[in-house]
């Protein structure tokens, strides 16, 4: 290659990465993927759509935990718009609908019996 050839190639070279370097600026928007999980959590942040049944269920609970608390109002048009999209997604596999926070299970009893007396 000629010293004259190879400087019209780098003047490509550049022109090309110039362009690739202002391409993201000028590119539209990535299309939506739906509601996706709060920031929080193994899957924070990922689609409602197709996520696993144990997530859905994980996040529903957490949804209706947040909308049952007053003191959380300001997050309850996102709750309820999450826990809508969980409904549909569940819904949409057949499976059963996220309708009330589960209560947590009663601890185990000790083995030592009832406390003592003060």
């Known amino acids: ?21 202002a391409a ?3 590119m539209p928007p990535a299309a939506s993927v739906g509601p996706v999980f709060p ?16 997530d859905l269920r994980f996040y529903g609970q957490g949804a209706i935990r947040s909308l049952a608390d007053p003191s959380k109002a300001r997050f309850h048009p996102k709750e309820k718009e999450l826990l809508d999209a969980i409904r549909a997604e569940l819904d949409r596999r057949g499976l059963a609908i996220v309708e009330e926070a ?10 030592f019996g009832p406390p003592p007396p003060f």
């Open 24 to 26: 993201p600026a000028k």
């Open 39 to 54: 920031p929080y959590g193994k899957s924070k942040g990922a689609p409602v759509a197709g996520a696993a049944e144990r």
């Open 1 to 21: 290659m000629s010293p004259a050839e190879f400087e019209r190639l780098m003047v490509v070279l550049e022109r090309v990465a110039k362009a690739l370097e």
């Open 102 to 111: 589960e209560q947590p299970p009663d601890p185990p009893a000790d083995d």
